[in-house]
């Protein structure tokens, strides 16, 4: 029942990106990256795809138990247009162009998973929301950051509590950071409040620009002054930046030269 009550709420939230893509792209191909139960998927079908002439769902779950109890359902009510796909995030076979993806509460780097898909095939929206972070907090555990830092940065982390948490938020700061780096305006905001779950961060991203040099630069900073190199970055290419590039921790001011590499997405 909470999670229902999670996917209820999303759905409100997640309206302006579904009427936006089903404006644009008659055919619009949504995708549900970890799709569990398919809860998700069910809701919003049900809510904008049933009423439309086109437009498919595609649900991919690694747990063929899920995905056949699933497909099941959507036949008896009539959601034709639901797909399913047995598979994990990081192995599943994406249509060519997605025009909203969808992840919630997939667990550590499979989040990550969902956003390469995400950025690699274009998708026009992206909505996560994170759960269990875990690969920073060992990274941090484990190595230096590549730049010393001159304050008392490692403090924050230097208990395994507060590892745990700081990861956890750095792990997303990164994420939104590679969005907006991959040419995404980026709104992070709460999907419930506390009393229903510990998770729930939600990322919202919607795609104007081809890339943003500046946010890539942040990026690059980011990760050399925290020595960490989650797989989002790993997947995408991403490497911390070099230490003569990091001495100055803020970020320069976007100059005219700059503004114009940043090439609006042709909608």
Known sequence: ?????????????????????????????MVDAGSGNAYLGFVLYELFLKGAASGTLLSIE?????????????QRLGFTRMQ?????????QYPERIHLLMALH?????????????????ADHVAVVPCCQAEVAAQLKEKRPVVASSGSMSLLYAHA?????????????????????????????????????LKNELILGRRVHRENRRARMQLERLLAETGVNPKLTRELGVMPAVSAAVETVSAPEPDASEDASEHVVAR
């Open 161 to 197: 509590w507060h590892r745990r948490e700081f990861g956890s938020h750095l792990t997303n700061v990164i994420r939104a950071l590679t969005l907006e780096a991959f040419g995404y305006q980026v709104t992070v905001t709460e999907l419930t409040g506390w009393e229903h779950s």
């Open 106 to 122: 997939a667990c550590d780097t499979a989040t990550d998973d969902a956003l390469v898909a995400a950025i690699r095939h274009g």
């Open 84 to 92: 399913f796909q047995t598979a994990h995030i990081d192995t599943a």
């Open 1 to 29: 029942m909470r999670k229902l009550k999670q996917v209820n709420h999303l759905m409100g939230l997640l309206r302006p990106a579904v009427e936006d893509v089903q404006a644009r792209h008659p055919n619009a191909v």
């Open 62 to 74: 690694g747990r063929p138990d899920l995905t056949e109890r699933a497909q099941g359902r959507a």
